[in-house]
């Protein structure tokens, strides 16, 4: 879905389907190249996280520096692989130069680098 008139101006939005009652709405702020990401990527800062934690949120792939969506998260996108597939595409397009999650350390510098990186699963 295109971003509505009144800031499509400044904003161009992404929506990355999934299953069930998933759906990813990133955003795109064009001016200041900067997308933000709600649960898409997780990339949580390990030394945050309770020490017991840690193992599983690393088997998970959701860690920092290289956070991706989680492992049940990336099963229900799959399901819509197609036009998830052409979002992240679109989204990695961007060449955003930050990326701001909802979760965990954000990429500062080399965004589109690390977005492709951290959806690589899907691309």
Known sequence: AAAPDAWS?????????????????????????????????????????????????????????????PIYLRMIIKRKHEQAKAAAERLVAFQPKRVIFSHGRWFHKDGTTLLHQSLAWLL
């Open 9 to 69: 101006k400044d904003l161009d939005q992404v929506v990355v389907p999934g299953a069930g009652r998933f759906t990813e709405v990133a955003f795109y702020h064009k001016n200041s190249r900067t997308m933000v990401l709600t649960d898409l990527v997780l990339n949580l800062e390990p030394e945050k996280l309770p020490f017991i934690i840690r193992p599983a949120a690393r088997l998970l792939g959701v860690t920092a520096p290289g956070g991706k969506a």
